[in-house]
């Protein structure tokens, strides 16, 4: 796990706490503020010791939002449904939602963001293709798209009030990776918790787009904006590969094995056409 090299801050605010990721990051990212507040709308193990703050909290209520940000220095910003689902579902959470974070945070003088974007930001693009963060956004559906949004809001507010953030567009964050299409987006636990690091510590930042990738072989993504940062991962997917090859080989036409995005791109619509 990596180590802090520099002094944590007061408190950070990590939403989305119950969550897979937030599990994982609850103790790792210990070493980097005195105080954690943990928040999700779930339920999730009670605080251990004075250096954690549980506080159960619905993105969507604005008002609960607000309090929730007040006396944090840093929001790592996870919480929000994370897959496809119909826009009326995905709303409140993922576009309210971020919406009231950084509302919150320029209420508060919150002066730094790292927001769990994702690789269903561009996930139309073809896996023949090499993207960096400055290529064109395809998103693949209605959660895509609030990812979208998520990083609209983090530009403005940078260029309006001066919040800084870091969106980091995970690809598949797990313990190893599951499939095929995982071999070229895994980013292991590791490397996430050293991208948060980086996207927490690292000064003049303003808004900066990255991939959360580990270094693997097969990669898809130039990570050059990552790297500025100072974003070195340590993991690749190579030593899960026989693992991984001992699953049948996904159809040609299978969107698996064509998009970025693999199987969101063919999810919805959720709604049937007008009889
Ligand atoms: P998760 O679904 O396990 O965790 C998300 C958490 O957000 C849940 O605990 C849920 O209760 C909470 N949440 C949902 N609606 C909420 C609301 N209205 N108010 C407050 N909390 C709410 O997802 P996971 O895998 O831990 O991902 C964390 C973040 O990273 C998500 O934003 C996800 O979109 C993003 N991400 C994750 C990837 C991965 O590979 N795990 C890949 C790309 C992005
Ligand atoms: C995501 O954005 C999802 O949160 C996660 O559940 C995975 O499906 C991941 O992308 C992926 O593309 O593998």
């Known amino acids: 796990m990596p180590t802090s090299s520099h002094d944590p801050l007061n408190r950070i605010l990590l939403t989305g706490a119950a969550g897979s990721l937030g599990q994982v990051l609850r103790t790792r990212l210990a070493p980097y503020a005195r105080v954690l507040r943990l928040s999700d709308i779930a339920d999730m193990a009670p605080a251990e010791g004075a250096h954690q703050e549980v506080v159960i909290c619905d993105l969507a209520d604005k008002q609960a939002v607000d309090t929730l940000v007040d006396g944090v220095d840093a929001i790592v910003h996870l919480g929000g449904i994370s897959t496809e689902h119909s826009f009326e579902e995905i709303v409140e959470a993922n576009i309210r939602g971020t919406y009231h974070i950084y509302e919150a945070a320029r ?6 963001v790292v927001f769990a974007s994702s690789n269903h930001v561009i996930g139309f693009h073809k896996q023949t293709e090499r993207i960096d963060a400055h290529d064109l956004r395809r998103p693949d559906g209605y959660y895509g798209l609030s990812k979208s949004f ?19 567009r995970i690809g598949s ?24 690091e980086r ?6 930042v303003g808004h900066t787009v990255v991939f959360g990738a580990s270094a693997n072989r097969d990669g898809w993504w130039d990570n050059r904006y990552a790297a500025r940062l100072g974003f070195t991962p340590k993991d690749s997917s190579e030593p899960f590969r026989a693992k991984v ?19 969101f791109t063919a999810m919805g619509p959720f709604e049937g056409p007008k009889s």
């Open 107 to 112: 209420r508060h003088g919150v002066q730094r």
């Open 150 to 168: 998520g990083e609209d809001l983090a530009s403005f507010y940078f260029d309006r009030y001066g919040i800084e953030t870091v969106s980091m």
């Open 173 to 196: 964050s797990y313990p190893e990776p599951k499939d095929r299409r995982m071999m070229s987006t895994w980013l292991s636990y590791d490397d996430l918790t050293m991208l948060i």
């Open 199 to 204: 996207g927490l510590f690292t000064p003049g």
């Open 245 to 263: 090859e001992s699953q049948p080989m996904p159809a040609p036409d299978d969107p698996a094995r064509i998009y970025q995005g693999g199987s």
